[in-house]
């Protein structure tokens, strides 16, 4: 009978492992939403020992807003032994970001109140004293819609084949505003851009090099 009872308790927890392997994507979700405090939705996660592959990866709008989802990318590939990505400083070899969608709408003509503020206003302060160092990201297929610009009466549309980072670490933070430089800067858009993602003029300017190719 003591035989039986071990062979049941282990039956018990590899059905809550398999149960937990197959619900990994709405766990991931849920984790994701109560850490960032924003809804954020996966449809499917697969785990290696040397890579992550993510699909339909989601940041939800806040309600109010026309289009549903603020971010979304289709594809993701985080390549890194599991070794460095637990070690600090925390090392990853490349990210991959395939099919990205991002949603800007203001809610005022000066662009001073939009979506992406509301979402900031609602995420917590990043805390960690790890260290990460990003050695190459590489994002294709992006495609930006801008909403309730001035006297815009409908989208602005900006696509931009492929953009490649390399060297990207948490001490000199992410180069957001030579980013919006390399997409916005002929549009004449620049300027409301970097107040949409940069209220109060708190983005780091970093010296990261950037490629479009």
Same mark, same amino acid.
Request: proline residues 6%.
């Given at each position: 009978?003591?035989?039986?009872?071990?062979?049941?308790?282990?039956?018990?927890?590899?059905?809550?492992?398999? +149960?937990?392997?197959?619900?990994?994507?709405?766990?991931? *979700?849920?984790?994701? %939403?109560?850490?960032?405090?924003?809804?954020?939705? #996966?449809?499917?996660?697969? #785990?290696?020992?040397?890579?992550?592959?993510?699909?339909?990866?989601?940041?939800?709008?806040?309600?109010?807003?026309?289009?549903?989802?603020? +971010?979304?990318?289709?594809? %993701?590939?985080?390549? !890194?032994?599991? /070794?460095?990505?637990?070690?600090?400083?925390?090392?990853?070899?490349?990210?991959?970001?395939?099919?990205?969608?991002?949603?800007?709408?203001? #809610?005022?003509?000066?662009? !001073?109140?939009?979506?992406?503020?509301?979402?900031?206003?609602?995420?917590?302060?990043? /805390? !960690? @004293?790890?260290? #990460?160092?990003?050695?190459?990201?590489?994002?294709?297929?992006?495609?930006?819609?801008?909403?309730?610009?001035?006297?815009?009466?409908?989208?602005?549309? /900006?696509?931009?084949? /492929?953009?490649?980072?390399?060297?990207? @670490?948490?001490?000199?933070?992410?180069? %957001?505003?030579?980013?919006?430089?390399?997409?916005?800067?002929? *549009?004449?858009?620049?300027? +409301?851009?970097?107040?949409? +993602?940069?209220?109060?003029?708190?983005?780091? @300017?970093?010296?990261?090099?950037?490629?479009?190719?």
């Amino acid at each position: 009978m003591q035989k039986m009872g071990w062979k049941f308790v282990i039956l018990i927890i590899l059905a809550a492992v398999i +149960f937990l392997w197959l619900i990994k994507a709405p766990v991931l *979700s849920m984790v994701l %939403t109560q850490k960032l405090r924003v809804p954020i939705f #996966v449809e499917w996660v697969s #785990v290696g020992f040397d890579h992550t592959d993510m699909r339909n990866f989601k940041i939800k709008n806040p309600e109010g807003f026309k289009a549903p989802d603020a +971010f979304t990318v289709k594809e %993701t590939t985080v390549d !890194s032994p599991w /070794r460095q990505m637990f070690g600090n400083p925390c090392v990853i070899d490349q990210i991959l970001l395939n099919d990205i969608f991002v949603d800007v709408e203001f #809610v005022n003509a000066l662009g !001073s109140k939009n979506n992406w503020t509301e979402i900031s206003d609602k995420m917590p302060k990043p /805390r !960690s @004293d790890r260290e #990460v160092l990003i050695q190459k990201m590489i994002l294709t297929n992006i495609n930006i819609e801008i909403r309730g610009l001035g006297l815009m009466a409908k989208p602005t549309l /900006r696509h931009v084949d /492929r953009l490649e980072f390399e060297g990207i @670490d948490s001490q000199q933070g992410f180069p %957001t505003e030579e980013l919006i430089h390399k997409v916005f800067g002929e *549009s004449g858009l620049e300027e +409301f851009i970097n107040d949409a +993602f940069n209220p109060g003029g708190l983005l780091k @300017d970093t010296a990261n090099p950037l490629k479009i190719l």
